[in-house]
């Protein structure tokens, strides 16, 4: 119970914006979990720690702790491998050995021995990290995490102790291999894709997968043409940053509604130009789909009408004629005597 509540706690932690969403503001801003109904908390910073390093250098970093509940805490820390876990950017946390890991960096940290925190005291922890060397160039990546529970429940299993981590993205220096590729680029409403719309709002989305053994930081635009080329609209991608780490797909999506063109209706043919820039080189990443803003029912509910009214009229307008024809003939016609009875 004891474990599987510090995951739980840990994995909201991340998706709280600790993983793979680091612009420069957010690395300043600290991170807190706490344990529900404990009173125990953690505040960490760095959230993300950013770093590079040849093959066999030894890299020093730190991270701070602080107490922000009550009570005395003892905090153990550790060491773990992380890997993405969806496109969503989920972090999966590996716990234990699952076979061969080209992007681990376990081995080349050494865990915080455990130590009494108390209550608003801020410690400083030093983080060397030894990158071996026959380490492969490009990402590696890790968590270092640190669970807080009073002193005299640790070891007792009945307290729920919280996790907080703080991620370690690494690039090893040297044949860095960069590469993103598109592989989809859609438009949907109300979560159907299709190419032909009735009105917007519509949603973009773009599925990018890093081919390479580095994480990326894609940025750009997808622009709206119209028939005659000229652009109509642009909407932002990837914003605020986040990376995609090698070997996965990630998931962007974008509205296309009134905070974008105001108060402007589409109508007809319309391209989508996605156009991203990444890595160190700022290489650019390109796709392009052809859709239609057209309100089809609304137009077969017109030309129904039309039709409707057309018939309609038709059939007014021929029995008027027959009314006309009708009369005209009755006075056309002599009016026969009458005949005298004798």
């Known amino acids: ?85 969806g496109e969503d950017g989920t972090p999966k946390i590996i716990l234990k050995d699952e076979g061969p890991n080209p992007y681990s960096i376990q081995n080349w940290v050494t865990p915080a021995p455990d130590f009494l925190l108390v209550p608003r005291q801020i410690k400083v922890m030093p983080v060397t990290i030894v990158i071996p060397t026959n380490a492969s160039p490009g990402g590696h990546y890790g968590v270092m995490r640190f669970t807080a529970t009073p002193p005299e429940l640790h070891g007792t299993g009945v307290s729920l102790a919280a996790s907080l981590g703080s991620l370690m993205l690494i690039t090893v220096n040297g044949q860095v291999k960069e590469g993103l590729a598109v592989q989809e680029l859609s438009i949907n409403k109300d979560g159907k894709s299709g190419t032909l719309f009735e009105s917007t709002p519509i949603n973009f989305v773009e599925r990018l997968k890093n081919t390479g053994n580095t994480h990326e930081q894609p940025v750009g635009q997808v622009s709206i043409t119209n028939m005659f080329g000229k652009k109509v609209a642009a909407v932002n991608v990837n914003l605020p940053p986040r990376n995609i780490l090698p070997q996965s797909i990630r998931k962007f ?90």
Do not use: C
């Open 1 to 85: 119970m004891k474990r599987s509540a510090s995951l739980s706690l840990l994995g909201l932690s991340l998706l709280a914006g600790i993983l793979v969403a680091h612009a420069p503001a957010a690395l300043a801003a600290p991170a807190a979990t706490a344990a529900p109904g404990t009173g125990q908390a953690l505040e960490i910073s760095p959230p993300v720690l950013i770093l590079k390093g040849n093959p066999g250098e030894t890299i020093k970093a730190q991270i701070s702790l602080r107490d922000i509940s009550s009570g005395n805490l003892l905090v153990s820390g550790q060491v773990n491998d992380f890997l993405a876990a």
């Open 253 to 342: 999506s974008e509205p296309l509604d009134s905070t974008v063109i105001g108060s402007k209706k589409l109508f007809g043919r319309y391209t989508a130009n996605l156009n991203v820039i990444y890595g160190a080189k700022k290489q650019v990443l390109t796709a392009s789909l052809v859709f239609w803003v057209i309100p089809y029912r609304l137009i077969i509910s017109v030309v129904v009408l039309l039709v409707a009214g057309f018939f309609g009229l038709r059939f007014l307008m021929k029995n008027y004629n027959q009314r006309i024809i009708s009369k005209a003939q009755n006075t056309a016609q002599p009016k026969q005597p009458k005949s005298k009875s004798k």
